[in-house]
């Protein structure tokens, strides 16, 4: 058990120690007035408490990432844990709470007119395009996943088509209510139920003694069933996103950007969540191989039942937490992707609205907005989009690490210490240009030319962020004769 206590211990010293150190290279200004009162709106702008805020931004960025995202990483190994432990401290948490951050400076707006701030117009238009498709497709793939849920629970009754539908029209409400009538109610019920589920599973993990995985040098190789095709870096860093980095948090954290009292509540919500959620991908990792014993019979397991970490979380509920357990395994399993989906779609309109400049305000704006969103995903649900899924994870790593890149440029042209950025930034780019490299569902290349492309990449993604500085450092301290 010292693996596990010790990853707990360094998760929450890594909040406590270099949270604060990231807050104090910011820059907090305690006494300016948020965007929750300088653009109160009733409907997005809305005032509430950081307690509150602190469960539907861990639920926002939460879904299912946490939990099936470290089971199918755990087939990888006990380097499953290294990454979930420092990838929160030092990637996922960085990028929260700076990509947070700074909508609120500026008044809370979506994360690609943050980008277009710091990279430029041609990179705002990209990111615009990018972030929407992205937020369509996160909103009709967690329609499609909760419903076929839900209809093999309700097998001769209410089948994948009613329940879509259900699911739809409560994404409709949630995009269009004010933020604090329907989300602001529920979200916090759920974000506790899916923290108190973790914590009944670590507990009962303590309790009955179970043999949890001790990491040493031996075992941080390569566990994976198919290691030759699925080559521990960069596969890890892509299946665990949610519990370590994740680019779609940076479209969640606007949302609550406009609902924060004061800036000193930005840690506690933006990189708090974040570190809520490695412990959580933490505990799930730690159950998964202690529940079969091995990674070895968790993979047997997985492979038995189709690779579907649903089976695992569902098993492991009802067995060590009885009937209470298999409800917050429900609730997990199901309310967690669905949470998700419809701040989704909440995420694509203020994005859609920021870049025309359409006040929210009024109803009927908010729905000429949704509507092409809506049938956008409609569009998608009609067809196969299993392949497209593929892309979701480059995708999202994708979007973490060009809003690393965003902040690292802000930090610099700021004067402030931008390392904390900056080899995230790095690491990321590596992971996402070796990825697509040498992924099956990208070119297929071999590891050693993937890992040589991923290099160069990396060495020129930093060649322009060097030269960018001594060029900006030059026009502010021109050189006289």
Not at 99 to 127: A, C, D, T, W
Not at 242 to 262: D, E, V, W, Y
Not at 305 to 329: E, R
Request: aromatic letters at 14%; charged letters at 10%.
């Amino acid at each position: 058990m010292i693996t596990f206590f010790v990853s707990i211990a360094l998760l929450l010293a890594g909040y406590f120690l270099y949270g604060r150190l990231v807050e104090r290279i910011f820059v907090i200004q305690p006494d300016k007035k948020t965007p929750a009162y300088t653009h109160t709106d009733g409907v997005d702008y809305v005032p509430m408490s950081w307690q509150r805020i602190f469960l539907i931004q861990f639920l926002n960025i939460a879904g299912l990432g946490p939990i099936f995202g470290a089971i199918m990483g755990a087939m990888y190994g006990h380097a499953a844990f290294l990454w979930i432990v420092f990838g929160t401290i030092f990637g996922g948490a960085v990028h929260d709470y700076l990509s947070g951050m700074l909508s609120l400076r500026h008044n809370g707006i979506s994360l690609p007119e943050v980008v277009g701030k710091y990279m430029g117009v041609g990179f705002r238009q990209f990111m615009r395009i990018f972030t929407v498709l992205l937020m369509v497709l996160v909103g009709a793939v967690f329609v499609a996943g909760p419903s076929k849920l839900l209809a093999n629970m309700t097998p001769g009754y209410i089948g994948v088509t009613v329940w879509s539908i259900i699911i739809f029209v409560y994404y409709i409400g949630a995009t269009l209510l004010p933020i604090d009538k329907l989300i602001g109610k529920i979200y916090p019920f759920f974000g506790f139920a899916i923290l108190f589920m973790a914590l009944g599973i670590s507990i009962s993990m303590i309790y009955r003694g179970v043999n949890m995985p001790e990491m040493s040098f031996s075992n941080l190789h390569n566990m994976h069933p198919d290691a030759g095709s699925y080559p521990l870096f960069p596969m890890l860093f892509i299946s665990i996103a949610c519990g370590a980095i994740s680019g779609f948090h940076a479209t969640q954290s606007p949302l609550m950007a406009r609902c924060l009292k004061n800036e000193r509540q930005g840690r506690r919500v933006f990189y708090g969540a974040m570190v809520a959620e490695g412990i959580v991908a933490l505990i799930w990792a730690a159950a998964a191989i202690s529940f079969f014993g091995s990674v070895g019979r968790l993979q047997e397991f997985l492979r038995e039942n189709g690779d579907n970490a649903a089976v695992v979380v569902n098993t492991i509920a009802h067995s060590w937490l009885g009937t209470f357990g298999g409800l917050l395994a429900i609730i997990g399993v199901i309310a967690a992707p669905i949470t998700s989906g419809d701040t989704a779609f909440r995420s694509a309109r203020l994005i859609v609205a920021d870049f025309i400049n359409y006040s929210q305000k009024s109803v009927k704006n908010r729905i000429i907005i949704s509507t092409p969103l809506f049938i956008a995903a409609l569009g998608i649900l009609q067809i196969n989009f299993d392949i497209i899924w593929r892309y979701f994870a480059w995708s999202n790593q994708t979007l973490a690490t060009a809003t690393l890149w965003t902040v690292t440029v802000y930090l610099a042209k700021a004067n402030k210490f931008y390392w904390i950025s900056l080899l995230p930034s790095l690491f990321m780019t590596m992971v996402i240009s070796t990825y697509i490299m040498i992924a099956p569902e990208g070119l297929g290349l071999s590891s050693n030319v993937s890992y040589i492309i991923g290099s160069v990449c990396t060495l020129v993604s930093l060649a322009v962020f060097v030269h960018w500085i001594q060029k900006t450092k030059a026009s502010q301290f021109p050189v006289r004769n």
